[in-house]
């Protein structure tokens, strides 16, 4: 079984920033690809930033230019730089990552790491 377990959300001021985290464990060989998503209150959750194998990366047009997504393989974790927050990023993110066992293909999602945006 694998693991991704996200962490350093919290609460921010209006221009601040943020690093999460997202590190996984278990029985894997390699993350071949990685997403963070993330839901608001009363809302879908959605895309906010992916890399792929290759390491090209997309992001939602709501946070392109503000966040960065990126990984250290070495230590099986993906993380996302948000800079320049503003409330209305407020919401739970979560990371999603597809991993290869050796054997085939499986996708994870964490847990969530809650992050609010607030003056």
């Known amino acids: 079984q694998v693991q991704p377990v996200e962490s350093g959300g919290g609460l921010v001021q209006p221009g601040g920033s943020l690093r999460l985290s997202c590190a996984a464990s278990?029985?894997?060989?390699?993350?071949?690809?990685a997403g963070w998503y993330r839901q608001a209150p009363g809302e879908q959750r959605e895309l906010v930033a992916a890399?792929?194998?290759?390491?090209?990366?997309n992001y939602a047009d709501s946070v392109n230019g503000r966040f960065t997504i990126s990984r250290d393989s070495a230590k099986n974790t993906v993380y996302l730089e948000m800079n320049s927050l503003k409330p209305e990023d407020t919401a739970v993110y979560y990371c999603n990552i597809e991993v290869y066992t050796g054997r085939s293909y499986v996708g994870y999602w964490g847990q969530g790491t809650r992050v609010t945006v607030s003056s």
């Open positions: 890399i792929t194998r290759g390491g090209t990366t």
């Open positions: 278990g029985s894997f060989l390699s993350i071949v690809a």
